[in-house]
């Protein structure tokens, strides 16, 4: 049964979550490339709004009203029956999706902003609930802030739970290493759609209701911006990963849906591979640069046409050269990447090189990577040579984390499920990670102190016996400043 929300304030109807699948689909959510003096507010609705507006100001007063702009999201789709999907997209009908966007400019560093969204549509005014967030310090500021990591949700069965732990720890940020759903298409998944499926072991679970959940004092994209990462479940057509005729075709290859969910990270829109998929921005004394590192296929890696890489990450490519460029330009104290796939791990995926792969003309049916490991050969000495402190990463739904040359990687994303096995081989550099544990669910929350970036693990799981042990921390360490 959906939830929904009354709220009455001068005399005009407040719609929450009833609203899903009619007027309003999600509550606002917060996006910025310079969190210290903008923001923007970010809201979808199930039809074209004759006007939107945002009022906002340092108390709850307001006293400033930003307009907001309209865009329709294209590409989602309700599902062809009630009981189901079509495997084919198209055979789907498409839903239209408004993007109301009210940027916030000329905001006060680290200050605290109310604000709240409204939505006239017809002869319908709806005003949503008050919410509240504060801008980041300026950059190479000292002030501190704490943010927690996130991954891989995709409907997971303890997403609920372990997001709400990760909302509860006064954070200022969310950062987000890819996977947020499973087929960014299928609009059920993003939040619920009157008549549209969604699996019965899945209700509830949807992205949008997972990460706005406000219940137990529970404070997430209301109130602070996300700073996400694709994953390989951010592509728009997932059979790209299992039909090796579609792998092979770099026309299939886009990330739209994604892309205009976070339009304001993105302004240039470029969908198609090897598009501008990456992003950097300054909080406080951190830079964080968010990457498109992914892939996956289900078939022999050196089976034609090999698993191939989304965007590229060759020493040439669009995006190695604008990181170098930003790693080059930075002045921050602290630089933070996040970036979907693992720079290393245990397991068998990690045997397979993050290169393109080549077809062997003397062997058509045999895909060979001349050029070895780019994460290892390519990104990692960038990382070393510029002063980055920390990775992050997903993908494996696993925790662990490892020191190498001065920089931690780190995979926190045990969400509900692991895809590890006791056996797993260690990552072919033979290092083994300092730090894991992927026996029970868990969030990471990192705050900014004197002496460094202090990380805490987070049990988000009791140990299935009545001896509840959530919130604990397991793993903490810190991160100092790196020393060229």
């Known amino acids: 049964m959906r939830r929904f929300l009354l709220f009455c304030a001068i005399g005009i109807l407040l719609i929450g979550n009833a609203a899903y699948g009619r007027e309003i689909y999600t509550e606002p959510y917060l996006a910025s490339l310079a969190p210290f003096q903008s923001m923007n507010v970010i809201w979808l609705t199930g039809e074209s709004a004759d006007e939107a507006w945002v009022d906002f100001g340092e108390t709850e007063q307001y006293g400033q009203k930003t307009r907001a702009a309209q865009f329709e999201i294209k590409g989602m789709r309700r599902s062809a029956r009630p009981d189901g999907y079509d495997d084919d997209p198209e055979k789907n009908p498409e839903v239209p999706v408004f993007q109301q966007i009210g940027e916030l400019e000329n905001l006060k560093p680290a200050t605290k902003y109310f604000y709240r ?84 072991e899945e209700e509830g679970k949807e992205w949008f209701t997972v990460m706005q959940q406000t219940r137990d004092s529970t404070r997430l994209l209301q109130y602070m911006p996300i700073f996400p990462a694709p994953g390989n479940h951010e592509a728009d057509d997932q059979r790209i990963w299992t039909d090796k005729e579609m792998a092979a075709d770099p026309s299939r290859k886009t990330l739209s849906i994604y892309m205009q969910l976070f339009r304001p990270l993105y302004p240039e829109q470029q969908a198609e591979r090897n598009g501008k998929h990456w992003y950097s921005a300054d909080y406080g004394n951190m830079r964080i640069i968010s990457l498109s590192i992914f892939r996956w296929h289900p078939w022999d890696p050196y089976e034609a046409p090999g698993w191939i890489l989304f965007d590229d990450i060759a020493p040439d490519s669009p995006q190695v050269t604008w990181l170098e460029n930003d790693l080059k ?107 894991e544990q992927n026996g029970f669910r868990s969030c990471m929350i990192v705050s900014s102190t004197p002496e460094g970036l202090v990380a805490r693990a987070l049990r988000a799981s009791d140990d299935g016996n009545g001896n509840a042990r959530t919130g604990e921390v397991f793993d903490e360490f810190v991160i100092a400043p790196f020393n060229k």
């Open 117 to 200: 969204v409204t939505t006239k549509i017809g002869d319908k005014t709806i005003t949503g609930s008050p919410y509240h967030f504060k801008t980041a310090p300026a950059p190479n500021s000292d002030l501190p802030f704490k943010f927690v990591l996130l991954s891989d949700l995709q409907q997971k069965n303890q997403v609920l739970e372990t997001v709400r732990m990760a909302g509860q720890q006064d954070a200022d940020f969310v950062l987000f290493a890819g996977d947020l759903q499973n087929v960014p298409w299928k609009i059920g998944e993003w939040f619920p759609v009157d008549g549209c499926f969604i699996a019965p």
């Open 329 to 435: 330009n930075k002045s921050s104290r602290y630089t933070w990447v996040v970036q979907h796939w693992h720079m290393l791990n245990r397991g068998a995926e990690v045997w397979v090189p993050m290169s393109e792969p080549l077809i062997d003309p003397a062997k058509p049916d045999r895909a060979v990577y001349p050029y070895g490991d780019h994460c290892w050969n390519v990104l990692r000495p960038l990382y070393e040579k510029y002063g980055v402190n920390a990775v992050n990463f997903g993908h494996s739904h696993v925790y662990e984390r490892y020191l190498i040359n001065n920089v931690h990687y780190i995979e926190a994303a045990t969400i509900g499920n692991n895809y590890r096995d006791e056996d797993d081989p260690l990552h072919f550099s033979g290092i083994a990670p300092i730090f």
